[in-house]
């Protein structure tokens, strides 16, 4: 979806402004949050594309105006909401009310933590050969899906070329509305920033992004 | 926002899905073990063991997990280099891909607008937002991490440092020198 999250080119958002000496959280609700994600994530309620897909979808108003861990916190909520793992009012009195479903790996607990402290692998045997290899020049189609996509829209519609081939990985257009992991080729396209940006662009600028090959076509 | 983490995580817990002392050890390795340290100690091998920089620069995951001293990292990490001729920088600008096990969780501001809209028009612009200058002719290469591949930069080795050890040299590198958006420091430079 081309919601606000899809940041890169947009202006007016002012300076970066790094603060020094920055604690890893401002509040210690933000680690319960980011812990209760991934644990939701790693007892197979919910895959990672799943919970991206849901911050995304956060109202665009709310999403510019939130702390980065209360996008996680509300997303977490309505992805759960949405997936049938708690109900609202669940949610509302601050309690089960019912016991829990069955989840793919289980009850996530102390003997886990190891397993979410390494990622996982998202690469997968191939269905099919790549179509594109290493110097290929190639277009990122003009697409604009209503669900989850992984192709930003300042390349849409521009020419790169193909500088790494990483394997077939989990498809997150698919993955992320439960639709299968759906595995697709990945590259690295390289993109010069006057492609990108018209002939004023900072001409020492090279910008890549990670595409599957579903979001590219010849050129 | 306290109150409402609360509740969900009371129902998580009632329902059975997630253990409370297992939310516990998620936070406390990010709050107290996986950190920045962990990318420089990595670097400083790179700058020191010439086989080690080019296993890394070919297959960084599978380079690191040789390490004894490093914590195990997942599949699809990519390290690339800066050179004289080209800086590297690290962005994601759909939401916050970062490498966790080698960095820890990301700063607020790796994850906000500014940046995230920024770095892919005006790495110069950001870079002058972080105190740093490169020659105009240095290229600069942005890495925007749109899929589960991760990325880690590896900054050039500072001046003067001949005959450090590899733990004097990882004293030396900042997490942001690693993500693209600051430089190594200088011998003297570091903090005590």
């Known amino acids: ?219 | 926002m306290q109150l409402r983490v609360r509740a969900l995580e009371t129902i998580l817990t009632e329902k059975g899905y997630v253990e409370q002392a297992a939310l516990d050890a998620i936070v406390e390795a990010y709050e107290t073990r996986i950190g920045p340290r962990n990318g420089a100690r990595v670097v400083a091998k790179a700058w020191t063991d010439p086989a080690f920089r080019q296993a890394l620069l070919d297959d960084a995951s599978a380079a690191i997990n040789t390490l004894g001293h490093v914590s195990p990292v997942g599949a699809h990490l990519v390290a690339v280099e800066n050179t004289p001729g080209r800086h590297n920088m690290v962005v994601c600008t759909l939401c916050s891909c970062y490498p966790w096990e080698m960095l820890g969780l990301p700063p607020v501001w790796y994850k906000s607008a500014p940046y995230r809209s920024r770095a892919v028009k005006d790495p110069r612009g950001v870079l002058a937002d972080f105190g740093v200058t490169l020659a105009n002719d240095t290229d600069i290469r942005v890495w925007d991490s749109t899929a589960e591949t991760r990325f880690l930069v590896i900054p050039m080795r500072p001046e003067g440092t001949e005959g450090f050890t590899e733990d004097q040299l990882a004293e030396l590198v900042t997490r942001d020198s690693m993500i693209g958006t600051g430089l190594a420091l200088a011998p003297g430079e570091a903090k005590a």
């Open chain 1, 1 to 219: 979806m081309s919601g606000v999250h899809d940041m890169g080119g947009h202006e007016g958002f002012g300076k970066v402004e790094p603060e020094p000496d920055e604690p890893v959280f401002h509040h210690s609700w933000e680690g319960r949050v980011m812990a209760m994600s991934r644990a939701m994530g790693a007892n197979g309620g919910i895959n990672i594309d799943m919970q991206r897909y849901a911050r995304e979808s956060l109202p665009a108003d709310v999403y510019l105006a939130s702390s980065y861990y209360r996008i996680w916190q509300l997303a977490l909520e309505n992805l759960l909401l949405a997936r049938g793992l708690i109900g609202a009012d669940e949610l509302g009195s601050g309690h089960a009310l019912r016991p829990g479903q069955q989840l793919a790996r289980g009850p996530f607990t102390r003997k886990d933590v190891g397993r979410v402290m390494t990622r996982g692998r998202f690469d997968r045997p191939a269905p099919s050969p790549a179509t594109f290899t290493i110097g290929d020049r190639v277009r990122a189609r003009t697409i604009a899906p209503a669900t989850h996509t992984r192709l930003p829209r300042y390349v849409r519609g521009h020419v790169g070329v193909i500088e790494r081939v990483h394997g077939c990985h989990v498809f997150p257009d698919s993955a992320s509305v439960g639709q299968g992991e759906n595995p697709q080729w990945l590259y690295t396209v390289a993109f010069d920033s006057r492609e990108l940006w018209g002939p004023d662009a900072d001409p020492t600028v090279t910008v890549s992004i990670d595409a599957f090959e579903p979001y590219l076509e010849a050129a």
